[in-house]
C-alpha cells in the first residue's frame, strides 16, 4: 500500500482543475494511504525575518522560533514518509502559486534534505515518486521552459532528490467550454492511469 502525500496549492477549492485531477488520481488509487496538505486552507507562512531562523540548518535557540521550526519538521516528516507526492499546479502568472513555494522552502533545509558536498549539493530525499497535476488557461510548448511553472517545480524537487517525475497537464482551459471539458476529460484519463 502506497502512502500518498498530496499537496493542493490552488486558490478556487472546488473548482480547481488541478484538485479536479488529483481527486481523479485519489479515486483511481483507493488503497493509498493519503496525507493531504491544502496550502490555500492551511497556507505554510512565507518566509521572512520571523520564520528564517526557524527554517534553517540547525535548530535556532529562542521560543520565538519554534512555531517555524515545528511546522517545518513536519512537512519534512511528509515528506519522507510518502513514496508519492501528488502536486497540485495551477499556473499562476506563469509560475507556481506562491503558497506552493512558501512550501517549498519549508521542505527545503540543509542536512536534512539535501546537503552540499565536493560535487555540489546532493538530495536526501531518495526513492520518491511525483505527479504534478498541472492546470493551465493557456498552451504551450513546454520544451521552451515557458511558463516557468513545471521547470521551477522540477528544480526544487531534483535538488531535493526526487527525479522520478510526471506530469499531467490540462492546458487550453480558457480556450472556451468545450476545449476545457476536452482537456480536462484527456488529464483526468492520464492521471487516473498512473
Do not use: C
Not at 493509498?32 to 496550502?39: C, K
Not at 519522507?80 to 503558497?99: H, Q, R
Not at 549539493?121 to 513545471?150: H, N, S
Amino acid at each position: 500500500m502506497a502512502n500518498v502525500l498530496v499537496i493542493r496549492s490552488a486558490a478556487t477549492g472546488e473548482a480547481s482543475v488541478s484538485n479536479k485531477l488529483i481527486n481523479a488520481y485519489l479515486a483511481a488509487h483507493p488503497e493509498a494511504n493519503v496525507v493531504e496538505r491544502d496550502l490555500d486552507a492551511n497556507p505554510v507562512p512565507h518566509v521572512d525575518s520571523a520564520s528564517l531562523a526557524g527554517i534553517g540548518r540547525q535548530a535556532p535557540e529562542g521560543d520565538q522560533f519554534a512555531a517555524a521550526r515545528a511546522l517545518q519538521d513536519e512537512i519534512i516528516g511528509e515528506v519522507f514518509a510518502a513514496d508519492i507526492i501528488v502536486i497540485g499546479l495551477p499556473v499562476y502568472n506563469f509560475g507556481m502559486p506562491s503558497t506552493l513555494k512558501a512550501w517549498f522552502d519549508y521542505v527545503s533545509r540543509a542536512g536534512t534534505t539535501f546537503q552540499y558536498t565536493e560535487k555540489g549539493p546532493e538530495g536526501l530525499v531518495k526513492g520518491k515518486k511525483a505527479i504534478l497535476a498541472q492546470a493551465r488557461a493557456g498552451k504551450y510548448d513546454d520544451a521552451t521552459g515557458f511558463p516557468f511553472a513545471v521547470p521551477h517545480t522540477k528544480s526544487l524537487l531534483s535538488f531535493v532528490g526526487v527525479d522520478d517525475v510526471t506530469v499531467v497537464t490540462a492546458e487550453g482551459l480558457a480556450f472556451g467550454p468545450e476545449a476545457a471539458a476536452e482537456a480536462i476529460s484527456g488529464a483526468v484519463a492520464q492521471i487516473s492511469a498512473l
